[in-house]
Each structure stands twice: as C-alpha cells, then as structure tokens.
C-alpha cells in the first residue's frame, strides 16, 4: 500500500467515525483491527494538516 493510499483509506475512515457519533473506544471496538491508539494517531494528523488545532475553532 502506497503512502497515498494509505492515507485514502484513513481519511474514508475518519469520516466515517465523525459521522458515526460514537466515541473513539466504541467505533473501534465495532471496527476490529483499529485501535483507538491508531485512531488518534490519524486524527492529530490530517488535524495538523488541516491547521486545525485541538480546543480552537
């Protein structure tokens, strides 16, 4: 898997797990293979990459 297309499918899964509603523990505990570690992990980077820093709008 390229660096893109990894990154692909962690922005597909973001999404889905904004619009899921559910906390970080529950959505990975209903999407075996993802740990909540990981989760974070992504979400910090496509935030930083985005410009969007945790407690500011």
Not at 23 to 40: D, K, M, N, T
Request: proline fraction near 4%.
């Amino acid at each position: 898997m390229t660096k893109a297309e990894r990154e692909a499918l962690w922005e597909t899964r973001i999404a889905e797990y904004k619009m899921s509603g559910q906390s970080v523990r529950e959505w990975c505990a209903a999407h075996e293979g993802i740990s909540p570690r990981q989760l974070w992990y992504w979400l910090r980077k496509f935030n930083d990459r985005n410009g969007v820093t945790p407690g500011k709008s």
